[in-house]
C-alpha cells in the first residue's frame, strides 16, 4: 500500500511523511475497502542493520538501569541492615553508637556461646539469616572502598530506576515562585496534542456529516484548531525562562559568564534524547504495528535521506516533506533562538534603552514579514479555517503547508514570541529589586482586560466570516504577537504572586510530575497519533463521544510512553550531565 492512491503521488512511500498521511490516508483506506484487500497482512520484515543497531543502543540503556537499580537496591539493603543489627544488637543503646562500641557488639553476637545459648530454632534461623546478611555488607563495604569501584558507581546509580522514580514523581519544584509554569506547560502540550489528533482524525470520516460539520462549526471548536497558538506558549516560557536564568546568574557572579557552558549545556540538555528518539522513530516504527495501510518501508526513507539535517538543528529551514519527524521543528527553531539571545540579554543589563530599541524593531520587522508573506503568497492563516473547507480538506490541508514552510517553523517569525519572554523574564528579575512587589488594581483590571481582548481577536477575528487577502495579512502579522502578550501577563500575575485563583490551579502540585515529562511528550504524542490512525483498517463516521474517547486513548498513552522513555533515558542522561558539570567545576576550583 506504498504507492500513492488518490492525490499528489511520491517518490517515496506516502506515511513516511505527516503530509503525506493527512493527504493519502483517506483515499488509501477507501481503495482497501474498495478492492477488498483489508485484513491481508504484509510479510514479516527483516531488521535492517539500522534498526539492529538502534536495538543494541536501547538494549545497552536497559541494562545500565538493570545494574544501577541493583547497585542502589544493594546500597539500600545494607544501610537498612545497618540500622536493624545497631537497634537489635545494642539492647536499647542509642542508634548513634560510634564505630568501635558498634563492631564490638556486632561480634560478640555471632560468637559460638551466643549462639549456643540460643534454643529457639526460630531465633538460629534467624540469626543464620542474620550472618549471611552481615556477609555480604562487609563484601560489599569492601568492594565500595575501592576507587574505581566508588567511581563507577557514580555513573552507574544515575541509571538507577528507584532514584529517578523519586525525582520524576516528587511535586517538589525547585522554584517555587515559578510553579505555575508547571500547570502552563501541561495543559500547553494538552493543548497541541489534541489539535493533532483533531488533524488526524478528520482524514478517516466517510463523510463530512451534519453533526460533525456542526462541531466544527462551534465556537469553542477555534481554540482547539487555533491549538499552533501553544508554540507561542512555548516560545514566551523559553525566553522567560533563559533570560530569568541568565540575569541571575550574571548577577551571582558578576557578569562572569562561561560562554562555553552557556552554549554547550543548552546542546547536551536536548541532543541525546533527541537522537535517541529520532534514531528509534526512523528505524524502528514501522516494526511496531500492522494494518493494510500500515508503511511497508523499514528504515524511514526520509529520516535516510535527511537526518543531517535534523542533527545540525536546521531540520526547520527545509520543506516539510523533507523533513523527518515534522515536530522537531520547534526544536530547531528554539535553540536557533537561543544561539543569538545573548545579544539582546547583555543588551539588556548594560544599555537597556538599546535593547529595547533592538527587541521591538525585531518584534515590528517579524511582524511585517509576515505581513509580506501572506499578502505576495496568499497564505491562509493556519488552520482555524478548517471548518469553512471541510468538504475539500485535501486542498486545505495543501494550503496549510505553504503557509507551514514560510512562516510556522521559521525563527525570523518565531522571534517575536520569543523577545517577549525576553522582556518578561528581564521585568520580572529586576522586580526583585523594586520596592514596589504588587500591582494596583487598575493596572491589573487593565492587564487582564487587554490579555482578553487580545485572546478573543488571536482567537476569533476571522471567525465564521469570508476575510480578504489585507484581513488575513494583518491577522497573520500580529496574530502571534497578541496571543503572547496575553500569555505573558497571565505568567507575570502568577509568578509575581497576583494571579489568584488562576494562580492556585496553574500551580497544582500534580502538574509537576506532568511537567518533567514534557520534552518527551513532544516527541512521542505525534509519533503515538501516527501509529494509532496508521493501524486504522476502515473509515469511521462520527461520533463526538467517540472522539473524545479518541483523544484521551492517545493522549494517556503518550504520557504513559513518555514516562517510561523518560525514566530509561532522558532521565540517566540528564544526572549524567549533571554529574559531568559538577566534576568540571570541581576540577576549575582545584586548578
Not at 514570541?417 to 520580572?428: A, D, K, T
Request: aromatic letters at 16%; proline letters at 2%.
Amino acid at each position: 500500500m506504498d504507492d500513492c492512491p488518490n492525490y499528489s503521488c511520491y517518490n517515496f512511500a506516502w506515511q513516511a511523511t505527516l503530509e503525506g498521511i493527512l493527504s493519502n490516508l483517506k483515499g488509501a483506506l477507501q481503495n482497501v475497502s474498495n478492492t477488498n484487500e483489508l485484513g491481508q497482512e504484509p510479510a514479516p520484515k527483516k531488521l535492517t542493520t539500522e534498526a539492529i543497531f538502534m536495538l543494541n543502543v536501547i538494549f545497552i540503556f536497559v541494562i545500565l538501569a538493570v545494574i544501577g537499580s541493583s547497585v542502589s537496591a544493594i546500597e539500600l539493603f545494607c544501610k537498612e541492615f545497618r540500622k536493624e543489627i545497631a537497634t537489635l544488637l545494642l539492647n536499647g543503646k542509642e542508634k548513634n553508637t560510634n564505630e568501635a562500641e558498634y563492631a564490638v557488639a556486632k561480634k560478640k553476637s555471632f560468637e559460638p556461646s551466643f549462639c549456643a545459648s540460643i534454643k529457639s530454632k526460630d531465633v538460629n534461623i534467624y540469626n543464620i539469616k542474620q550472618l549471611v546478611r552481615d556477609g555480604l555488607h562487609l563484601a560489599f563495604k569492601l568492594i565500595s572502598k575501592n576507587g574505581v569501584w566508588r567511581n563507577c558507581k557514580k555513573y552507574l546509580e544515575c541509571f538507577s530506576i528507584q532514584s529517578n522514580l523519586r525525582k520524576m514523581l516528587s511535586t517538589i519544584s525547585g522554584e517555587e515562585q515559578f510553579n505555575a509554569l508547571h500547570g502552563i506547560k501541561t495543559l500547553a502540550l494538552i493543548w497541541v496534542s489534541i489539535s493533532h489528533i483533531c488533524m488526524f482524525y478528520a482524514t478517516i470520516l466517510k463523510t463530512v456529516s451534519e453533526e460533525f460539520q456542526n462541531v466544527l462549526e462551534m465556537p469553542i471548536m477555534q481554540l482547539i484548531f487555533n491549538g499552533i497558538f501553544a508554540n507561542d506558549v512555548f516560545f514566551v516560557l523559553s525566553g522567560f525562562l533563559n533570560a530569568y536564568m541568565f540575569f541571575d546568574y550574571y548577577e551571582k557572579r558578576n557578569g562572569n559568564i562561561p560562554w562555553f557552558l552557556f552554549y554547550i549545556s543548552r546542546f547536551l540538555r536536548f541532543t541525546p534524547l533527541y537522537i535517541i528518539v529520532l534514531g528509534s522513530y526512523a528505524t524502528l516504527f514501522s516494526y511496531t504495528g500492522s494494518g493494510s495501510v500500515w508503511p511497508t518501508y523499514n528504515t524511514n526513507p526520509i529520516c535516510r535521506e535527511n537526518w543531517i539535517w535534523n542533527v545540525l538543528y536546521l531540520n526547520n529551514f527545509s520543506l516539510h516533506k523533507n523533513l523527518c519527524m515534522l515536530t522537531t521543528w520547534y526544536i530547531a527553531c528554539d535553540l536557533q533562538l537561543y544561539i543569538v539571545s545573548p545579544l539582546f540579554l547583555l543588551l539588556l543589563i548594560r544599555r537597556p534603552r538599546t535593547a529595547f530599541a533592538l527587541i521591538i524593531t525585531c518584534i515590528c520587522g517579524s511582524c511585517f514579514t509576515s505581513f509580506m508573506l501572506t499578502k505576495h503568497f496568499k497564505l491562509i492563516d493556519g488552520i482555524s479555517k478548517l471548518a469553512s473547507h471541510s468538504h475539500a480538506m485535501a486542498s486545505f490541508y495543501g494550503r496549510f503547508w505553504v503557509y507551514f514552510d514560510m512562516i510556522y517553523v521559521k525563527p525570523y517569525i518565531r522571534i517575536g514570541s520569543y523577545l517577549v519572554g525576553i522582556v518578561l523574564g528581564y521585568l520580572v528579575f529586576q522586580r526583585k529589586f523594586s520596592e514596589c512587589k504588587r500591582n494596583n488594581l487598575v493596572t491589573l483590571s487593565i492587564g487582564w482586560l487587554a490579555t482578553i481582548l487580545f485572546s478573543c481577536i488571536a482567537f476569533f477575528a476571522l471567525y465564521n466570516r469570508d476575510e480578504s487577502d489585507w484581513e488575513r495579512a494583518i491577522f497573520n502579522g500580529v496574530k502571534d504577537l497578541l496571543f503572547s502578550f496575553s500569555i505573558s501577563w497571565v505568567i507575570f500575575v502568577c509568578v509575581t504572586g497576583q494571579g489568584g485563583i488562576i494562580n492556585w490551579l496553574l500551580s497544582l502540585k500534580i502538574f509537576v510530575p506532568f511537567s518533567r515529562l514534557s520534552y518527551c511528550f513532544y516527541f512521542i504524542h505525534m509519533i503515538a497519533i501516527e501509529k494509532y490512525f496508521l493501524s486504522v483498517e476502515q473509515l469511521t463516521e462520527f461520533s463526538l463521544v467517540s472522539a473524545v474517547l479518541l483523544h484521551f486513548y492517545i493522549i494517556l498513552g503518550s504520557w504513559i510512553v513518555s514516562f517510561v522513555v523518560s525514566l530509561i533515558f532522558e532521565r540517566p542522561l540528564l544526572n549524567l550531565l549533571g554529574l559531568f558539570f559538577k566534576n568540571t567545576k570541581q576540577e576549575k576550583k582545584t586548578q
